[in-house]
T-cell receptor, first 117, second 109 residues
Framework: TAGITQAPTSQILAAGRSMTLRCTQD?????MYWYRQDLGLGLRLIHY???????GKGEVPDGYSVSRANTDDFPLTLASAVPSQTSVYFC????????????????FGEGSRLTVL | GQNIDQPTEMTATEGAIVQINCTYQ??????LFWYQQHAGEAPTFLSY??LDGLEEKGRFSSFLSRSKGYSYLLLKELQMKDSASYLC??????????WGAGTKLIIKP
C-alpha cells in the first residue's frame, strides 16, 4: 500500500527560484498537512487542509502556498525560495478532522529534503 | 507560550527498559501523542493518551498525568531496532498539535 507519496525525495534549489513539492495520498483521508522539520525543533505546521477545496495557515506559513483541488493531492509551493527554507518537509494526512488538526492518527509521507543555496 | 520538553538524547542497553519523559505547558489539552521516527524516515504513530493513566501496547506503554502536564513512554525489552527518535505532541484547546523536538534513543548491545 502506498499511503502518502512525496516527490521529490531531495532537491537542491537556487535562492529565488520557485519549487513545488508534491504530495499524493491514496487513503481517501479528508485532512492533509504540510510540516517542516529542522534539527533541534519540533515539527512545525506550514499549511493544512481539512477537506478538498479548503486550506488554512499553520504556524509558519510565510513564503509557502498550498492548494487542494481534490482529495488526493496537496502540493506545497515555494514561490521564491530563501536559504531559511532549507529543511525536511513532511506531508501528512488523517482520517478525521477537528479544527485545524485531526483527533486521530497522522500518516506521514517519507519526506522531501530541500536545500536552498 | 506553549512548550513541550523532552530530553534531547538518551542511551540504553539492549534488553533493558527505558522511560522517555515529556512535560508540556499548553493552552488547553485534547490529547497527547507519541510517534517514533527512525533516522531519515517518516514519523509513525505509537500511542495516544487523552485520559490519565497507563496505556499498554506490547513492549511500549504510555502514561499521562494531566494535572502534572506530564507523560512518559516506557519501552521494555529493548531491541536494536528501537534506536530512533521519539516525538511527543500535545493537542491544545484549538486542536492544534504542538510538537516536542524529540528524544534520540541510542541502544547499545
Amino acid at each position: 500500500t502506498a499511503g502518502i507519496t512525496q516527490a521529490p525525495t531531495s532537491q537542491i534549489l537556487a535562492a529565488g527560484r520557485s519549487m513545488t513539492l508534491r504530495c499524493t495520498q491514496d487513503m481517501r483521508h479528508n485532512a492533509m498537512y504540510w510540516y517542516r522539520q529542522d534539527l533541534g525543533l519540533g515539527l512545525r505546521l506550514i499549511h493544512y487542509s481539512n477537506t478538498a477545496g479548503t486550506t488554512g495557515k499553520g504556524e509558519v506559513p510565510d513564503g509557502y502556498s498550498v492548494s487542494r483541488a481534490n482529495t488526493d493531492d496537496f502540493p506545497l509551493t515555494l514561490a521564491s525560495a530563501v536559504p531559511s527554507q532549507t529543511s525536511v518537509y513532511f506531508c501528512a494526512s488523517s482520517e478525521r478532522t477537528s479544527g485545524r488538526d485531526s483527533t486521530g492518527e497522522l500518516f506521514f509521507g517519507e519526506g522531501s529534503r530541500l536545500t536552498v543555496l | 507560550g506553549q512548550n513541550i520538553d523532552q530530553p534531547t538524547e538518551m542511551t540504553a542497553t539492549e534488553g533493558a527498559i527505558v522511560q522517555i519523559n515529556c512535560t508540556y505547558q499548553t493552552s488547553g489539552f485534547n490529547g497527547l501523542f507519541w510517534y517514533q521516527q527512525h533516522a531519515g524516515e517518516a514519523p509513525t504513530f505509537l500511542s495516544y493518551n487523552v485520559l490519565d493513566g497507563l496505556e499498554e501496547k506490547g513492549r511500549f506503554s504510555s502514561f499521562l498525568s494531566r494535572s502534572k502536564g506530564y507523560s512518559y513512554l516506557l519501552l521494555k525489552e529493548l531491541q536494536m531496532k528501537d534506536s530512533a527518535s521519539y516525538l511527543c505532541a500535545v493537542k491544545d484547546s484549538n486542536y492544534q498539535l504542538i510538537w516536542g523536538a524529540g528524544t534520540k534513543l541510542i541502544i547499545k548491545p
